[in-house]
C-alpha cells in the first residue's frame, strides 16, 4: 500500500491499539482502567464514533516481540507510561516505528515529563507526548489524523518536520467527570476478559481525581493541580455491583484520599454489603486520607470489619517536622495519624506504618527517633521502611531542589518484593532514580538508616524478640531505639551472631548504594527477593542457629537493662522462642511460666497496657495446625505471605494461671 493509499485509509478509518503495562499481582492481572477511559471518551465525544476501531489493549509484560506483532496492524498506538513500565513501553514503540514508519506513536501518563524536549529528542520515534489529563487530548489527536496538526492542541509537545520542539500548555482539568463513561459499565472490558477467560482481574477503581496535598516525592498532587473532581455517587455504586457480579476478588482504589469525602463512608459501607451478600469483592485497598480523622476511622473501620482489608495503611513518612515543612507535609498532621493508630489499636484493627528513607532534611537522628516514637505510641505490627526515589514529575526532580538539598541518587533496576531475578525473554528492566543520600544524611549514615530498619524490622516486626523488648520498654524503660542501636553495636567477640546479622545488614545497604537491587536473592528460598530481614529471619532457621540467636540476644539485653535484670525476662525470652512458627515442626507444646508476660504483651499490643501479673501460668502453643514438613512452603506461607501483618507466631492461649496458690 503506498503512502497516499495509507493516508487515504486513515482519513476513513483508523486502527487504533492502547498498552498500558502492569505487572501481575499474586497470578493475578489489572483490567487497563487508563487506556479504557481513553476508549471510552473517544466512544462518547467523537463526532465520527464509527471511525474508529480499537483493537485489545496490552495489558501486562509480555516479549516485546509479541507485542508488537499485536500492534503491527494499527494506524495509531497510544501508550499509558509510568514507573513501572516506561521502559519496556519505549522498546516497543521504538521497534513498532523500524518495522512501520507511517504509524503514529502517542505517549502520556505520569512518566512523560513536563520538561519534554529532552525526552521526545532522546525518543524520536514517538511523535506526540500527552502532558497532563488525557481524555479530552487523545481525543483531539484522533481527530487531526492524518493531518497531524498537532500545534494548537492543548497538552501536547511534539517535534515538528523542521526539528523544532512545540509544547502547548495544559488544557483545563475536566472538572465535570461524568464525561468520561465508565469503562465498567460501557462494558469495554468484556472483550478482554473473554478473551482470557483464564485470567484472574484486579479492578482499578477510581472515585475522584485529584489531591489537595503537594508533597514533593509524590506526582499526584502536582499533576492534578490540587483540584479534587468527584464522579457520581450512583455510577460508582453501580460499578461496584459490577465487580461483584464479575467475581473480581482484588480492588485497588486510585484516589489519593479515601475518605476524603463524606460520601466515602456509604461507598465502604456499600462495597461491605456486597461481600457479605456475595463474597465479592474479598479485597478493597485504599490510600487514607491525611487530615479527615473521623472519616478515616470510619472508612477503614468498616473495611477491616468487613474482612476488605489486611491492615490500614498509616503512611507518615516522617515524624519530623523539619522533613515534613521540606517536603510540603507539614500541613497534614501527625498528630492525626497518631490518634488513628491509637484508636484502631484499641479496636483489634491491625495497621502498619510507613517511613521513607532518605528524604530531604531527615537525619539519622531524627529517623531512628521517629521509629522510637512510632512503636512507643502503640505501632507494635509493622513499619515499612521505603526507599526514596525521584519520580519524573514530582517537584523533587527539580535540578534546583535536588542541590539545594544534595540528593546524590543512583540508577536501580526496580524488583519487586518476593519478585524473581529474571526478566522474562525478550523484556525489558525497568529502572528507577534512588536516593542514596542527601546533605543531611550522608552516605554512611544513609547505610546506618537503612541497616537500623533492617534490624527494627528483624527484632520487633518480625517477632523474633518482640516480646522481651516490650517488657524491657515497660519494665525497664528502656526506649526502643536504645535496643535496637545496642543491636547495631553488637561486639563480634562477645556476640558473633548478632554481629553478623548486623554487618549483613550494611552490606545489604551497601549494595543498594552501588545500584544494586533493594531486596536480597535467594535461588534456594524460593527464587525470589527477600527483604533484608526477613531473609534473615529464614537463614537463622534453615542454619538451625535461633537458638544461639535468643542466647546472644538475651545476654545483650542483659546488659543493656544493667543492675537487677527483672525476673520476668527468661519467660518472655521462652515464650517467644516457643511461639515462633517453624518448619517440620508437628506437635503441640505447652510453656509454663512464672509470671504473666504473655498478658503484658498483649495488652501492650492492645493500646491498654496494665501491670505485670503473677503466676505461674501454663501457655499451651498450637503448633499442629500451622504445621509444615517442606522448607519452601514454610518461606512461603509464613515468611512472605506473613510480612504485613507480621504473622509469625504460632496460636496460644493460657490454660491455667495460678494467682496466691489458687488455680
Known sequence: MSWRERVIKMAETLS??????????????????????????????????????????????????AAVEQLIDCDVVGFSTYVWNARISLEIARRLKARKPEIVIIFGGPHVPDATEPFLRANPFIDVAVNGEGEQVFLALLEHLPDRRWEDIAGTSHINAEGRFIQTPKPTRLNDLSQVPSPFLDDLFLPLMQAHPDEAWIGLWETNRGC???????????ATAAKLG??????????????SHHRIEFIFCCDANFGILPR????????????????YPMALSVQNTKNATERAYLTQKILSD????????????????????????????LETY???????????????????????????????????????????????????????????????????????????????????????????????????????????????????????????FNKLFQIPLILAHELAGLPYRAMFEAFMRA??????????????????????????PEYHYSEEFLGIHWPADEFMFIHLTATHQLDRFYEEARELLLALIGGAAPAALDDAIRLNRALIKQPFVTDDTSVTLDSDVRALWLAVRQGTPEPLSGGPI??????????????????????????KKGAYLYTNQVVEKQLAGHF
Not at 468527584?230 to 465487580?243: G, P
Open 338 to 460: 497518631l490518634e488513628l493508630q491509637r484508636r484502631f489499636t484499641r479496636d483489634k484493627v491491625e495497621t502498619f506504618s510507613d517511613l521513607i528513607i532518605g528524604l530531604p532534611g531527615e537525619t539519622y537522628e531524627t529517623f531512628v527517633t521517629g521509629i522510637d516514637t512510632l512503636i512507643a505510641s502503640g505501632q507494635h505490627n509493622r513499619i515499612q521502611f521505603n526507599n526514596l526515589s525521584i519520580l519524573p514529575n514530582a517537584e523533587m526532580a527539580a535540578p534546583d531542589y535536588i542541590r539545594t538539598h544534595g540528593l546524590v541518587t543512583v540508577d536501580s533496576e526496580i524488583i519487586n518484593i518476593h519478585g524473581s531475578k529474571e526478566i522474562g525473554e525478550d523484556d525489558v528492566a525497568e529502572i528507577q532514580q534512588l536516593v542514596i543520600a542527601t546533605a543531611s544524611l550522608p552516605p554512611e549514615d544513609w547505610r546506618r538508616v537503612r541497616a537500623f530498619g533492617s534490624m527494627t524490622a528483624f527484632l520487633h
Open 264 to 279: 466515602d463512608v456509604e461507598l465502604a459501607e456499600a462495597v461491605a454489603k456486597l461481600k457479605r451478600e456475595t463474597g
Open 16 to 65: 487504533v491499539g492502547l498498552v498500558q503495562i502492569n505487572n501481575s499481582f499474586s497470578g493475578q492481572s489489572y483490567l487497563p482502567y487508563s487506556v479504557a477511559c481513553l476508549e471510552g471518551y473517544v466512544r462518547r465525544h467523537s463526532p465520527t464514533p464509527a471511525r474508529y476501531r480499537f483493537l485489545l489493549p496490552v495489558y501486562k509484560r509480555v516479549a516485546v516481540q
Open 306 to 333: 468487613a474482612g476488605l482489608s489486611k491492615g490500614v495503611a498509616l503512611s507518615m513518612q516522617t515524624l519530623d517536622g523539619g522533613v515534613l515543612k521540606a517536603i510540603k507535609r507539614d500541613n497534614i498532621s
Open 491 to 516: 561486639d563480634a567477640a562477645s556476640h558473633p551472631l548478632l554481629a553478623e546479622i548486623r554487618d549483613f545488614f550494611l552490606e545489604e545497604a551497601r549494595v543498594i548504594q552501588r545500584g544494586g
Open 230 to 243: 468527584k464522579f457520581e455517587m450512583d455510577r460508582l455504586l453501580a460499578e461496584a455491583a459490577w465487580f
Open 212 to 222: 489537595p496535598f503537594q508533597c514533593t516525592y509524590c506526582d499526584w498532587g502536582s
Open 618 to 643: 501454663t501457655v499451651t502453643i498450637d503448633r499442629a495446625a500451622s504445621a509444615y514438613d517442606d522448607m519452601q512452603a514454610w518461606c512461603r506461607e509464613v515468611v512472605w505471605w506473613g510480612n
